[in-house]
């Protein structure tokens, strides 16, 4: 199974700036985003969110409030004819744990709950270098969208290809 992996922050959704997403509200997509989604069903298997979000673990929101922001994102992308399959999330604010990337909790969470999942076979898009560490350790290609960070200069050990959105690498599928 190719499973395509997307961070949300700076990926799917623009990044509030210097905080947290709290509620569906804040939640803003780049353009062409959702149609990138929806666009790569016909090259992957499974759409996978994987998501840092140590505003939990601050005690700044909740699980719930997180699960109705991917509520929303799930409503929105329907719209465009997309669907993701799951949203794994790390709610530490411990750099060191599991699930948080570049560990690769998450990765281990998609692969039980997907056991047909084949890494090898399968894409991480990011804007932090720890998506690509995440993905380079899992043994996926990976994506480096340069929304929130400078472009970087290729070659480069982590990154295999980097675009300035979503939807300008969906256009290069």
């Not at 509030?16 to 666009?39: Q, R, S, T, V, W």
Request: proline share 3%; glycine share 6%.
């Amino acid at each position: 199974m190719r499973a395509l992996f997307l961070d949300r922050d700076g990926v799917i959704n623009i990044e509030k700036d210097g905080c947290y997403i709290f509620n569906p509200d804040e939640l803003h997509f780049y353009d062409g985003a959702l149609e990138a989604i929806a666009a790569a069903r016909q090259h992957f298997d499974l759409v996978l969110v994987v998501t840092n979000q140590r505003g939990i673990g601050r005690g700044m929101m909740t699980a719930e409030a997180l699960h109705e922001i991917h509520a929303s994102l799930l409503l929105a992308l329907q719209d465009k004819g997309g669907h993701i399959e799951a949203f794994y999330f790390a709610p530490s604010a411990d750099r060191d744990n599991e699930l948080r990337k570049p560990n690769t909790g998450m990765a281990l969470l998609a692969k039980a709950d997907y056991p047909d999942i084949d890494f090898s076979r399968s894409v991480m898009i990011g804007n932090n270098l720890s998506d690509m560490e995440f993905g380079k350790k899992m043994g996926m290609h990976t994506v480096f969208l340069h929304t929130t960070k400078d472009k970087i200069t290729l070659p480069h050990e982590l990154i295999d290809e980097q675009f300035d959105s979503l939807a300008s690498w969906s256009k290069a599928l």
